[in-house]
């Protein structure tokens, strides 16, 4: 099992703000990595997938880079609708894990 | 367009047997490359991945939850079936199936179904 550790849990920002989170893997993934982001009551949408091509439709504020063990996701410029919880996910193997999560909350 | 809709109960007993269809459209399961997963969500807790389905009928379950599950698929009607048996309050939760294409990570999810597990 590939475990992630993603930090943080949680992350108060202002609007315009540039946000980065975390996501570490217990051994390398090359770049199997995606990016979720969730908000409250809602099913998770993909951001970002292979680490760091954007989903079609997902603002170029929002990045992904990283490969092996250690990805970031970056948001650029945070927006209003950007407050929620974002989710990494491996997809190198089986069991296809998540990571724990990080809320991003208006500071 | 694709899209995914759970269905199933909405409240199930200690030790029964959960079974959560998924119906979709826009796309089939019987090309190449395609999958349609499960995960849940306990309330206010991190995703968890249990089970997916590909094209081929390829199975892939989570290790410490694949004593209880099953995942099967009808590609005449378009669904995804998953069954989990000897439900506990702690499979409460909000059940989703999602779109994987190329069998990787889930472009498209659908809306969910909450499970509440209750005596």
């Known amino acids: 099992v590939i475990w992630m550790t993603q930090s943080p849990s949680l992350l108060s920002a202002s609007t315009g703000d540039r946000v980065t989170i975390s996501c570490r893997m217990s051994?390398?993934?090359?770049?199997?990595l995606a990016w979720y982001q969730q908000k409250p009551g809602k099913a998770p949408e993909l951001l970002i997938y292979?680490?760091?091509t954007l989903q079609s439709g997902v603002p170029s504020r929002f990045s992904g880079s990283g490969s092996g063990t250690d990805f970031t996701l970056t948001i650029s410029c945070l927006q209003s609708e950007d407050f929620a919880t974002y989710y990494c996910?491996?997809?190198?193997?089986?069991?296809?894990?998540f990571g724990q999560g990080t809320k991003v909350e208006i500071k | 367009q694709i899209t995914l809709k759970e269905s199933g109960p909405t409240l199930v007993k200690p030790t029964q047997t959960l079974t959560l269809t998924c119906t979709f459209s826009?796309?089939?399961?019987?090309?190449?490359?395609?999958?349609v997963g499960w995960i849940r969500q306990p309330p206010g807790k991190a995703l968890e991945w249990l089970a997916l389905?590909?094209?081929?009928?390829?199975?892939r379950y989570s290790p410490s939850l694949k004593s209880r599950l099953t995942i099967t698929k009808d590609t005449s009607k378009n669904q995804v079936v998953l069954t989990m048996t000897n439900m506990d309050p702690v499979d409460t939760a909000t059940y989703y199936c999602?779109?994987?294409?190329?069998?990787?990570?889930?472009?498209?999810w659908g809306r969910g179904t909450l499970v509440t597990v209750s005596s």
């Open positions: 051994q390398g993934i090359s770049s199997y």
């Open positions: 996910q491996q997809y190198y193997s089986f069991p296809w894990t």
């Open positions: 826009g796309f089939s399961l019987s090309t190449s490359g395609v999958g």
């Open positions: 999602a779109h994987s294409y190329p069998g990787s990570y889930f472009d498209l």
């Open positions: 292979a680490a760091s």
């Open positions: 389905i590909y094209w081929d009928d390829d199975k």
